[in-house]
């Protein structure tokens, strides 16, 4: 990798580091700021060493070195994901204010995800968070047209509202606010899309778990990780599905 791409990296590392505090504390309405870092089983503070993203979980060999409890494997591949992730988007666009805003929108989708698949909600921090970030960069495309955001904000939310209320209730809360705020991120277009690939990609995984045994019919399976994810396409690959859409529609 060329410099700029290793402190990209080291970037994601760190601030993937972080999402791990956001995702464990925000939940249990903690303050992400204090107290410091701690062992969740024997609450031991962690030393500088202990806190290198993913370096420090494989030293100590994913146990805590103050009480030898086992450390999830959540937290090295929450960095790594979130690493990985601002790599690509980097290679995509550079330096530039859509790498700042999905980078941005990238590290509120890794939370959504993980807290969803652990608890099996959407916290309304986080869908606030978005909504006052959604709102900061639609302010930079203000000269050029808000529109498409406005819009998306209307539709994505819509959309999951009208199947929540005609499948009483199918779809959560943190669902429809999830999806009015990538509305907002990413324009009416592209949250047609992303609604569609969730829905297509939530019902292949669901039949893999409940084939495979793991899920029964009747079990809930959180949604918000197959919204994150089907988002995820659509930032790297939104243009050319849209595109696509438009040829087929023409032909």
């Known amino acids: 990798m060329l410099p700029i791409q290793i402190i990209i990296f080291i970037l994601g590392l760190s601030i993937g580091s972080f999402l791990n505090v956001c995702i464990y504390r925000i939940p249990e309405k903690k303050s992400i700021a204090y107290p410091a870092s701690h062992c969740p089983h024997c609450k031991h503070n962690l030393s500088a060493v202990d806190l290198i993203p993913v370096l420090g979980y494989v030293m100590n060999r994913g146990k805590c070195k103050y009480c030898g409890a086992k450390i999830s494997i ?82 994505g939310g819509g959309i999951f509202l009208m199947i929540a209320m005609l499948t009483n209730g199918a779809m959560g809360g943190g669902d429809i606010k999830l999806m009015a705020v990538l509305g907002l991120f990413l324009g009416w277009k592209y949250v047609l899309i992303l609604s569609l690939l969730s829905f297509i990609i939530g019902a292949v995984v669901s039949l893999i778990l409940i084939v495979a045994k793991v899920k029964r019919p009747k079990d809930y399976i959180p949604f918000g990780p197959f919204i994150a994810f089907s988002a995820l396409i659509v930032m790297f690959f939104g243009t050319q599905m849209v595109q696509l859409y438009v040829q087929n529609l023409l032909i």
Not at 106 to 123: A, G, S, W
Not at 135 to 152: E, T, Y
């Open 74 to 155: 959540q937290y090295p591949v929450v960095e790594l994901i979130t690493a990985v992730v601002f790599l690509l988007l980097f290679n995509k666009f550079f330096l530039s204010i859509e790498f700042i805003k999905y980078a941005v929108l990238t590290c509120m989708l890794i939370i959504v995800t993980f807290v969803d698949l652990e608890r099996q909600e959407i916290p309304d921090e986080i869908i606030l968070f978005g909504l006052v970030a959604g709102l900061i960069f639609n302010l930079f495309d203000i000269k050029a047209n808000m529109l498409p955001g406005i819009i998306g904000f209307v539709l």
